[in-house]
């Protein structure tokens, strides 16, 4: 069945360096990548997102990477702040459905 | 955040209960979908509506039942629960169907004794 797979599944940084968060996708037809940040006890909220015919995005600190032929993206966040501890989830697909990878729990060490 | 609500924000039920979680948006979305998050797992799509018709079920158990009376709402009625219910049910919303960005609502965590 379809599946993304996320890792590492924690990530300890220190203060000012940056953090890498990969995922693969198997459904060839997935066509749009969103990437959420779920702080303790509050809901996913989306950072940034790309779709398949986009190969990078930034948005300050946060950049998203897409390589289609061999179906994963990352994202890439630099100069860490404790205020981007949370657990980030990235998603895979289209037509209205998303599969969430299993989630990376960040932790950013002042 | 008022773009999606959803109530009540806890709840703690027994198996043999019927209840009802509520979700609503404010954004004007045309698709509406609930997830299942359990601890160490990643999200779990349960159903997703657009333009009020049910376009997916995910082989969820039939002791959990959708409803969306209007493009604004969408229920998950519960009944006979299992411990192995417990989550985090989370609703959100997208503007279509069709490759939309998600917008999530805070989530209900849900007890089952």
């Known amino acids: 069945g379809e599946n993304v797979e996320q890792h590492p599944s924690t990530l300890s940084v220190q203060e000012g360096d940056s953090a890498v968060i990969k995922c693969t996708y198997s459904d060839s037809a997935s066509n749009y990548f969103p990437w959420y940040k779920q702080e303790l006890g509050k809901r996913p909220q989306l950072i940034i997102d790309?779709?398949?015919?986009?190969g990078e995005k930034k948005d300050q600190r946060i950049a998203v990477t897409l390589n289609k032929t061999a179906k994963h993206f990352s994202l890439h966040i630099t100069e860490t702040q404790p205020e981007d501890s949370a657990v980030y989830f990235c998603?895979?697909?289209?037509?209205?459905?998303?599969?969430f990878g299993q989630g990376t729990e960040l932790s950013v060490k002042p | 955040e008022t773009g999606v609500t959803q109530t009540p924000r806890h709840l703690v039920m027994g198996m043999t209960n019927k209840k009802s979680l509520k979700c609503e948006q404010h954004?004007?979305?045309?698709?509406m979908y609930w997830y299942k998050q359990s601890a160490k797992k990643p999200l779990e799509l349960m159903f997703v509506y657009s333009l009020e018709e049910r376009v997916e079920n995910n082989s969820v158990p039939s002791r959990f039942s959708p409803e969306c009376p209007n493009s604004s709402h969408l229920f998950l009625h519960l009944h006979t629960l299992q411990p192995e219910d417990s989550a985090l049910y989370l609703c959100?919303?997208?503007?279509?169907?069709?490759?939309?960005?998600?917008?999530f609502g805070p989530g209900t965590r849900l007890t089952v004794l």
């Open positions: 959100a919303s997208s503007q279509d169907f069709s490759g939309s960005v998600q917008f």
């Open positions: 954004l004007g979305h045309n698709a």
């Open positions: 790309i779709r398949s015919n986009v």
């Open positions: 998603a895979a697909g289209g037509e209205g459905k998303l599969i």
